[in-house]
C-alpha cells in the first residue's frame, strides 16, 4: 500500500534553514504531482510547492525564491529546501501525492487543491521563531 513519510521539520532562528524529506513507497508508477501543503493552527491547509511528474514545479507567492522542491532521481523521495525561513512559515507541513495516471499533467499540478489530493503523510512540524 502507498505509503508517505516526512521528517526534518524542527524548531529553527528566523534566517534559517531545514530540509523536509519525504519517502514515497507503494507507488505502482510515479504519482502525477508531488507536493507540499502546510497547516497553521486555526488555518486552511494551504499548497506550499508542488512538483509534477515531467518536473515543473509551482511555488505559492509566499515561499517563491525561498523554498526549492526536488526529488531524487528514481522519485522515491520528495524534498523540500527552505532557506530563509520567518516566522508566518511556522505550522504542520504535509508531504502529498497524486496518484499515478498516463499522459501528461497539463495543468493538474499547478493548480492541485488539497481536495485533489490522493494520499497525504502524517506530517513534520516546523516552528520558525
Known amino acids: 500500500h502507498v505509503q508517505l513519510v516526512e521528517s526534518g521539520g524542527g524548531s529553527v532562528q528566523a534566517g534559517g534553514s531545514l530540509k523536509l524529506s519525504c519517502a514515497m513507497s507503494?507507488?505502482?508508477?510515479?504519482?502525477?504531482?508531488m507536493a507540499w501543503f502546510r497547516q497553521a493552527p486555526r488555518s486552511e491547509r494551504e499548497r506550499v510547492a508542488v512538483?509534477?511528474?515531467?518536473?515543473?514545479?509551482t511555488y505559492a507567492s509566499s515561499v517563491q525564491g525561498r523554498f526549492t522542491i526536488s526529488t531524487d532521481a528514481s522519485r522515491d523521495t520528495l524534498y523540500l529546501q527552505m532557506n530563509n525561513l520567518k516566522p508566518e512559515d511556522t505550522g504542520m507541513y504535509y508531504c502529498?501525492?497524486?496518484?499515478?495516471?498516463?499522459?501528461?499533467?497539463?495543468?493538474?499540478?499547478?493548480?492541485?487543491?488539497?481536495?485533489?489530493?490522493?494520499?497525504w503523510g502524517q506530517g513534520t512540524q516546523v516552528t520558525v521563531s
Open positions: 507503494g507507488f505502482t508508477g510515479i504519482p502525477l504531482c
Open positions: 512538483i509534477s511528474k515531467i518536473s515543473l514545479s
Open positions: 502529498a501525492a497524486v496518484q499515478p495516471q498516463l499522459g501528461t499533467p497539463g495543468g493538474v499540478c499547478a493548480t492541485l487543491q488539497s481536495s485533489g489530493v490522493d494520499y
